[in-house]
């Protein structure tokens, strides 16, 4: 049985979207082996909280490979084996939510605690934090790393090993009355101490099926969620508000005031430039909703939060005549009529990425002009995929569908075509 410390560090409150994970591999009372991986949520976007902790954001794994490819490489060795975590709790839920996520079986391997372990072994200590115990040991390392804290792990265990006189951390739990953690065909089951009176427990604390329902359940209720950077350096959490009258909340100092958000206000209009989070899609989801539901909410229609903040105008786009579309740019009167393209006249789009030659909204209105559709999602009836930088999944499911996909300058040749 092989034994492995492991850490997962999260984007955000979900169980599901581990950004970074470490792992340290233990033989014979040594630990021989270290591997650290970036990961690419499934959900890219990062919270505010958890990134001040880890200091990983977007930009750090847009390159990186989602969970499933980057798990692959080590269910061999988890699969049948002994994990070793800090709060081992925490990181068991995140490795069985992450795998509910993607409809990836969960293997089934059994587990300690090394908190739980050095609670028992140095009980006078104190504190038992892993910064704390760390410390104890002599140990410099970067806390909130995933790879130094699996290290850290390992380390703990193999000196509480070291202290009890035994040299296989599997023969811990024997010593200290401490009941070992698993996960089966059925659920997972605590690690935890063990009372003289008390034995083993099969109580699960979580089943399997628990961790699909909430990936289910998560994809079917998930509301609009957004991270936006604040002009005095803090970043705020924009997010859907779920009871009553579909809204947004902000957690500056401007919402919680007077629902003043600057930050609300540039989404409701499309805006992107302080966007922290990679979901520049989910914004223009948002507008669609918006368009849906009548417009932008009478609070956000006429006030301008600050000289900087743009107000991008509305385009609505008329069909004429069979190739002709008469558009209209804000509140101006003027209306002009554009010939359609006949290489894209029907044609099904999709727009993703960061775009640099002009906003979603004006990417939208580019194709419709021409006599295209626009859509969200990359199917096998999209026809064109433009592509800017650091566009991501729907990239990935284009070039998979075998879907052209096209630059920005791509595009703009495209479209100017008569």
Avoid at 52 to 63: E, T
Avoid at 82 to 103: I, K, P, R, S
Avoid at 114 to 121: F, G, M, N
Avoid at 194 to 203: D, E, F, G, K, N
Wanted: hydrophobic fraction near 40%; include cysteine; proline fraction near 3%.
């Amino acid at each position: 049985m092989k034994s492995i410390a492991i850490d997962f560090e999260t984007a955000n409150e979900s169980r599901a979207s581990p950004c970074a994970m470490g792992l340290a591999w233990i033989e014979r009372g040594e630990i021989v082996r270290r591997e650290y991986r970036l990961i690419k949520p499934k959900e890219m976007r990062f919270g505010v909280y958890e990134s001040r902790v880890h200091g990983l954001s977007a930009l750090d794994v847009k390159d990186a490979a989602e969970f499933p490819e980057v798990i692959s490489e080590f269910l061999p060795d988890i699969q049948g084996g002994l994990l070793l975590a800090h709060n081992a709790q925490f990181d068991v839920e995140v490795l069985c939510a992450t795998l509910a996520a993607y409809n990836v079986p969960i293997p089934r391997f059994s587990y300690l605690c090394s908190q739980r372990i050095a609670t028992l072994v140095w009980p006078d200590h104190g504190s038992f934090k892993l910064s704390s115990l760390g410390l104890k040991l002599g140990i410099e390392f970067n806390h909130h790393h995933a790879s130094d804290d699996a290290h850290v792990c390992a380390r703990i265990v193999l000196a509480a090993a070291n202290d009890l006189g035994i040299s296989e951390v599997l023969d811990i739990p024997g010593r200290i009355s401490l009941q070992v953690g698993f996960v089966d065909d059925i659920g997972v089951v605590a690690c935890k101490g063990l009372s003289v009176r008390s034995a083993p427990s099969s109580q699960y604390s979580k089943l399997l099926s628990d961790f699909t329902r909430d990936a289910q359940a998560h994809r079917a209720s998930r509301g609009f969620q957004f991270v936006v950077a604040g002009s005095n350096g803090n970043f705020y959490n924009v997010t859907e508000v779920q009871k009553g009258q579909f809204d947004l909340s902000c957690e500056c100092m401007g919402w919680k005031t007077g629902r003043r958000c600057r930050h609300i206000h540039a989404l409701l209009y499309g805006e992107i430039d302080d966007l922290a989070s990679d979901n520049s899609d989910d914004v223009e989801r948002l507008r669609e909703k918006v368009e849906s539901l009548g417009g932008v909410p009478e609070l956000y229609r006429d006030w301008t939060p600050s000289p900087r903040a743009k107000r991008m105008k509305t385009v609505s786009v008329t069909k004429t005549s069979p190739m002709a579309l008469q558009v209209s740019v804000g509140s101006d009167a003027l209306t002009t009529t554009f010939p359609l393209n006949a290489v894209i006249a029907g044609k099904t789009v999709v727009f993703t990425g960061s775009l640099i030659n002009f906003t979603r909204a004006e990417a939208k209105a580019s194709a419709q002009l021409v006599g295209a559709k626009v859509t969200t999602k990359v199917s096998e009836q999209t026809d064109y995929v433009v592509a800017g930088e650091d566009a991501g999944s729907r990239l990935i499911m284009a070039r998979n569908l075998g879907v052209a996909v096209l630059t920005e300058d791509e595009w703009l040749t495209l479209i100017e075509r008569t």
